[in-house]
């Protein structure tokens, strides 16, 4: 390995808030007592962005003035991976970086409801009716602009701030949060967009944290390992991200932080394989084997490159390891690891 100076990341601009004790419910669940009479955002809340973030902050708002638990309540699986489950979407937060994010924005719960052909043919009125009133017991609900729902998406804000109205529930419909500089409007669509060209600090700038992915650190072909740069390797299923060299955080299971740099691609100078993200961390050895891990994406140092030999290679990595270095030095965009 080369020599370190690493500096963990230290400061406000750099931690994550606090983590809380988050209430998850699942269905087939009593509504707890910590969540009974909530108000709760409603959405899928891919990447929980700042624009979702919007929609927390109502409902903590909302719920604290009215002495009430806030909440989200989302839906498991998203439902593109429900219509169309033979084509891979590329989500910014599967199930459990979406909980872990929640946990850090000071919320008192999570319903989270299984999407299946159920609920897909559930009608706007049953969904308020029966789901939102009777199943859950909420008081009053927020969602964003373009939220649709109900059999067919026949449910608008404006069909839900009536249905809300005849069964005694609050509704607020927050506005779309605009970007700054010009740039694209806050989107999940738009964060995928920026991942998929590599532009990781403008997908950070619109998520207002760094974007991360979870893994389980699998065997590999060991080959780091000679090359002076041992990787902890974890598969991304229907990952977009461009495949490139990135500058890294990473939380490894015992809580611990480090600083790294990942490949995320095929490898194209031995083998051409399946999309892998092969992580080296700075001054580390360990096992990390069949730990589970989060890695932080800080900014993207350049794409995937074929070398015509493993010396080329490896002089590039030392390269890429100290472009990394001097990056996250200086980088202050916040946390959602610790």
Same mark, same amino acid.
């Given at each position: 390995?080369?020599?370190?100076?690493?500096?963990?990341?230290?400061? +406000?601009a750099?931690?994550?808030?606090?983590? +809380?004790?988050?209430?998850?419910?699942?269905?087939?669940?009593?509504?707890?007592?910590?969540?009974?009479?909530?108000?709760?955002?409603?959405?899928?809340?891919?990447?929980?962005?700042?624009?979702?973030?919007?929609?927390?902050?109502?409902?903590?708002?909302?719920?604290?003035?009215?002495?009430?638990? +806030?909440?989200?309540?989302? !839906?498991?699986?998203?439902?593109?991976?429900?219509?169309?489950?033979?084509?891979?979407?590329?989500?910014?937060?599967?199930?459990?970086?979406?909980?872990?994010?929640?946990?850090?924005? %000071?919320i008192?719960?999570?319903?989270?409801?299984? !999407?299946?052909?159920?609920?897909?043919?559930?009608?706007?009125?049953?969904?308020?009716?029966?789901?939102?009133?009777?199943?859950?017991g909420?008081?009053?609900?927020?969602? %964003?602009?373009d939220?649709?729902?109900?059999?067919?998406?026949? %449910?608008?804000p404006?069909?839900?701030?009536?249905? /809300?109205?005849?069964?005694?529930?609050? /509704?607020?419909?927050?506005?779309?949060?605009?970007?700054? /500089?010009?740039?694209?409007?806050?989107?999940?669509?738009?964060?995928?967009?920026?991942?998929?060209?590599?532009?990781?600090?403008?997908?950070?700038?619109?998520?207002?944290?760094?974007w991360?992915? $979870?893994?389980?650190?699998?065997?590999?072909?060991?080959?780091?390992?000679?090359?002076?740069?041992?990787?902890?390797?974890?598969?991304?299923?229907? /990952?977009?991200?461009?495949?490139?060299?990135?500058?890294?955080?990473?939380?490894?299971?015992?809580?611990?932080?480090?600083?790294?740099?990942?490949?995320?691609?095929?490898?194209?100078?031995?083998?051409?394989?399946?999309?892998?993200?092969?992580?080296?961390?700075?001054? !580390?050895? %360990?096992?990390?084997?069949?730990?589970?891990?989060?890695?932080?994406?800080?900014?993207?140092?350049?794409?995937?490159?074929?070398?015509?030999?493993?010396?080329?290679?490896?002089? $590039?990595?030392?390269?890429?390891?100290? $472009?990394a270095?001097?990056?996250?030095?200086?980088?202050?965009?916040?946390?959602?690891?610790?």
């Amino acid at each position: 390995m080369p020599p370190s100076d690493e500096t963990a990341a230290t400061g +406000s601009a750099a931690s994550a808030p606090p983590r +809380s004790v988050l209430i998850v419910n699942r269905d087939g669940e009593p509504v707890p007592e910590g969540l009974r009479g909530a108000v709760a955002a409603i959405g899928n809340f891919d990447g929980l962005h700042r624009g979702h973030r919007a929609l927390i902050a109502a409902v903590r708002e909302i719920a604290a003035a009215a002495g009430r638990p +806030s909440a989200v309540l989302t !839906f498991e699986p998203h439902p593109r991976e429900f219509f169309a489950p033979d084509v891979g979407m590329f989500r910014l937060t599967d199930e459990g970086a979406k909980l872990a994010v929640l946990a850090r924005l %000071g919320i008192d719960g999570v319903f989270v409801r299984r !999407f299946d052909a159920a609920l897909a043919g559930t009608s706007a009125a049953a969904f308020v009716g029966r789901l939102l009133k009777d199943e859950l017991g909420l008081t009053g609900v927020v969602i %964003g602009h373009d939220f649709h729902f109900g059999r067919g998406r026949e %449910g608008t804000p404006a069909v839900l701030q009536a249905l /809300c109205a005849e069964h005694g529930l609050t /509704c607020r419909v927050i506005e779309p949060v605009a970007a700054e /500089c010009g740039e694209v409007p806050v989107s999940s669509s738009a964060i995928r967009a920026a991942l998929e060209a590599g532009d990781v600090a403008g997908a950070n700038r619109l998520l207002g944290f760094r974007w991360f992915v $979870q893994g389980v650190v699998r065997h590999g072909d060991k080959r780091g390992r000679t090359l002076g740069f041992p990787t902890a390797n974890v598969a991304l299923p229907a /990952c977009g991200l461009a495949h490139g060299i990135y500058a890294v955080r990473v939380r490894l299971a015992d809580g611990a932080l480090r600083e790294g740099v990942a490949s995320y691609g095929r490898r194209p100078t031995f083998d051409n394989g399946a999309p892998l993200l092969e992580t080296t961390l700075f001054d !580390f050895s %360990g096992d990390l084997y069949g730990q589970r891990i989060a890695v932080e994406f800080v900014g993207f140092l350049r794409g995937e490159a074929r070398f015509d030999s493993a010396e080329a290679l490896v002089a $590039q990595m030392h390269e890429d390891a100290a $472009q990394a270095r001097a990056l996250l030095a200086r980088d202050e965009v916040p946390s959602m690891l610790g």
